[in-house]
């Protein structure tokens, strides 16, 4: 584990607890919003090479997971209102209820992170940057005890047990969704000449359902560091002004 300074860990530590426990991860890996160890500065990049594990994750959840969620909701909503003739359908409607779910909360933390992705290096980044600056330049007038190191200790330590958690969290969720019939690769397999209770197809859809899963605990993690953190900035400034 990397060793960090006072201010680097009062100030990011709810991003370094991402970086030691989810990037460094051989299942999470880093994506284009990452922690730069060298700098020891917040990042966001979008070139291939260098997060090539987080595009090639997406592409395939794209491909196996999305697009076919999005074909089974749509087969049973025109089914639902009549546009074709009735025909068979292999989909409980408490698996296309859950589906619907996923797909409001996949776009509502789509619109939630899409500020910092398209505003991240040019005005979201720059600014953390510049509070760090003034959260330093104020630490040094005030004694531990005035400058609340104690506000970022705790919540430094919910920000290791989110990452603790999500870190852990796809393998219970695939097990979970596979063992359930959750997935909506399943009820595409029913078309296929293969067998769905084989070794073979079961452990398909778990590797594709932890890749999916993988990325999706990331969004949420990353969200919730992020809401930590501003919890953690305001109340430090806040603190340390008065």
């Not at 933390?109 to 330049?137: H, N, R, T, W």
């Not at 990353?222 to 930590?228: C, G, P, S, V, Y």
Request: hydrophobic share 50%.
């Amino acid at each position: 584990m990397s060793t960090y300074s006072t201010q680097l860990t009062e100030f990011f530590g709810v991003f370094l607890a991402y970086h030691e426990i989810m990037e460094k991860s051989c299942l999470f890996a880093k994506c284009p919003f990452h922690w730069d160890d060298k700098n020891h500065i917040l990042r966001l990049d979008h070139k291939f090479r260098q997060h090539y594990n987080f595009w090639i994750k997406n592409g395939i959840t794209l491909i196996f997971i999305f697009t076919p969620t999005s074909l089974i909701l749509l087969r049973y909503f025109v089914k639902k209102l009549g546009f074709l003739d009735p025909f068979e359908d292999n989909v409980p409607p408490i698996v296309v209820t859950l589906y619907v779910i996923a797909a409001l909360l996949v776009i509502s933390l789509s619109v939630l992170i899409m500020p910092l992705v398209v505003m991240g290096d040019k005005f979201v980044f720059g600014e953390i940057q510049y509070a760090f600056e003034v959260f330093c330049d104020l630490g040094k007038y005030l004694t531990k005890k005035e400058n609340g190191w104690k506000l970022s200790s705790n919540i430094n330590k919910i920000a290791v047990l989110v990452a603790q958690l999500y870190a852990k969290l796809p393998f219970g969720l695939t097990v979970l969704c596979v063992s359930n019939n959750i997935d909506p690769f399943y009820y595409f397999m029913h078309w296929m000449p293969v067998s769905l209770v084989s070794f073979g197809s079961i452990l398909l859809r778990s590797a594709l359902l932890l890749i999916s899963w993988t990325e999706s605990c990331r969004l949420v993690a990353l969200l919730i560091f992020f809401a930590l953190f501003v919890i953690n900035l305001l109340n430090r400034e806040t603190h340390m002004w008065i």
